[in-house]
């Protein structure tokens, strides 16, 4: 690495059309992605609006996503939606490791995740619950009590260990009705992975891995990539040998996070190439129609992912770029479709049901997003914000020495991209 800063996309010397598509010179993904010059934002969003799609056929009483079917039962609309996520999140969260110490990059991604997850919570918990109870006939003062408490401190770590509260929508939804207990939101299993990729990156920040020996970053995900076909060929092994890793959501997600990564830590030296997105893009649709969607379709998946986030043209790159809301329309789409369904809108038919819960969700993500989410992320330079620095003695001197898990003044990349991963 030979520079500290990252190259404009466009600067004077560099031919580009329209198209924002630079000619004759290489470019590489750093410079592709610099800055808020690229449509991670947008991309992120139709995401999160992928899995309201997929999640609608169970939700609202049409079965199984078919989606599944078309690719020979590897993955559904929801499944790819949440693998570009993980691959855009290891993206971003290794290049806000690399810029931070381990003290800043903990308060961030902690304000980035807990503080809307904790408002879902409550909202499903004393907002939607209480009103489904009470329109089933039910009294208030029963649904009072453990019940709705114990769904919010149960789950506030991330880790799902209580779905809904007491039988509300066990019984008046379709989710409901085939799953057999209360769920008020089946999205919420995904955010436990993602801080547990979190941690790993901590971790690596500490041991100086990804200033100093980034190579072991797409090592562990080659040991993953390993990990993901001894699990497709005899998972029992896998769960015997390491009863962490028995969940196989758990080995691919990390996996393709790992991907998103490695091209973060080398992002200065792939390059930016329109016939390597292009061929990429077929590698995905040939993997999913036939085999080898994950050892081979996700690092193609991630690759085409961060490219199409180079090449979108800069009239949508506004999206997401300042107001970042694929957070919220993902934590809250499964609750608003339970409710929803809860309600009967369902019967409008697939179309006019979905279409509905996107604009209501929509609705709930600009409240999370104005009203927690922004405010939360205003504080990220605040306290442990400020680094490990903040825990000196306020008489005594605050300079820390460079070292593991500090962050130095030399060829550290900046990150690429707004401080707004989910």
């Known amino acids: 690495m030979t520079s500290t800063t990252n190259v404009p996309f466009d600067q004077p010397g560099r031919r580009?059309?329209?198209?924002?598509?630079?000619?004759?010179?290489?470019?590489?993904?750093?410079?592709?992605?610099?800055?808020?010059?690229?449509?991670l934002g947008v991309l992120r969003l139709i995401l999160a609006s992928m899995v309201i799609f997929s999640h609608a056929f169970p939700t609202g009483g049409w079965g199984e996503d078919p989606s599944k079917g078309w690719t020979n039962g590897q993955e559904t609309i929801g499944g790819f939606a949440v693998i570009g996520f993980f691959a855009i999140s290891g993206y971003l969260i290794a290049k806000s490791g690399a810029s931070a110490d381990i003290l800043q990059f903990l308060w961030r991604r902690g304000l980035r995740i807990f503080p809307a997850f904790w408002a879902v919570l409550c909202v499903g918990a004393l907002i939607v619950g209480p009103i489904a109870w009470r329109m089933s006939g039910n009294g208030l003062r029963d649904?009072?009590?453990?019940?709705?408490?114990?769904?919010?401190?149960?789950?506030?770590d991330l880790s799902i260990r209580q779905w809904g509260v007491y039988d509300v929508f066990q019984t008046t939804t379709p989710y409901g009705r085939t799953v057999g207990y209360s769920v008020f939101n089946g999205s919420l299993w995904t955010l436990a992975l993602e801080w547990g990729c979190y941690?790993?990156?901590?971790?690596?920040?500490?041991?100086?891995?990804?200033?100093?020996r980034r190579w072991v970053v797409p090592a562990l995900?080659?040991?993953?990539?390993?990990?993901?076909?001894?699990?497709?060929?005899?998972?029992?092994?896998?769960?015997?040998?390491?009863?962490?890793?028995?969940?196989?959501?758990?080995?691919?997600?990390?996996?393709v996070f790992l991907i998103g990564a490695s091209f973060a830590v080398y992002s200065k030296r792939i390059p930016l190439n329109d016939l390597l997105g292009v061929a990429a893009g077929v590698v995905v649709v040939v993997t999913l129609l036939t085999v080898g969607w994950v050892q081979i379709g996700y690092p193609a998946f991630a690759y085409f992912v961060l490219w199409l986030a180079a090449r979108l043209p800069k009239r949508?790159?506004?999206?997401?770029?300042?107001?970042?809301?694929?957070?919220?329309?993902?934590?809250?789409?499964?609750?608003?479709?339970?409710?929803?369904?809860?309600?009967?809108?369902?019967?409008l038919g697939y179309w006019p049901w979905v279409g509905l819960t996107i604009?209501?969700?929509?609705?709930?993500?600009?409240?999370?997003?104005?009203?927690?989410?922004?405010?939360?992320?205003?504080?990220?330079?605040?306290?442990?914000?400020?680094?490990?620095?903040?825990?000196?003695p306020r008489g005594g001197s605050a300079a820390v020495e460079p070292g593991p898990g500090r962050p130095v003044a030399s060829n550290v990349e900046s990150p690429t991209a707004k401080d707004t991963t989910s």
């Not at 649904?143 to 506030?156: E, K, L, T, V, W």
């Not at 901590?202 to 100093?212: I, Y």
């Open 221 to 255: 995900a080659g040991a993953f990539w390993v990990l993901s076909i001894v699990n497709s060929l005899a998972p029992q092994i896998v769960g015997m040998v390491a009863p962490a890793l028995a969940d196989p959501n758990k080995i691919k997600l990390t996996l």
């Open 359 to 392: 604009l209501v969700t929509a609705g709930c993500a600009w409240l999370s997003w104005h009203g927690i989410e922004k405010r939360a992320m205003a504080l990220k330079d605040w306290g442990p914000g400020r680094g490990i620095g903040w825990l000196a």
């Open 16 to 39: 580009s059309d329209r198209r924002g598509f630079l000619r004759g010179d290489r470019v590489s993904l750093s410079e592709g992605l610099n800055g808020h010059r690229n449509a």
């Open 316 to 347: 949508v790159q506004w999206i997401g770029a300042k107001n970042d809301y694929s957070y919220g329309m993902y934590v809250y789409g499964f609750l608003v479709q339970q409710f929803t369904a809860f309600l009967g809108w369902n019967t």
């Open 143 to 156: 649904y009072i009590g453990s019940g709705p408490i114990m769904y919010i401190f149960q789950n506030a």
């Open 199 to 212: 941690l790993l990156v901590a971790a690596l920040l500490v041991l100086g891995v990804l200033r100093h």
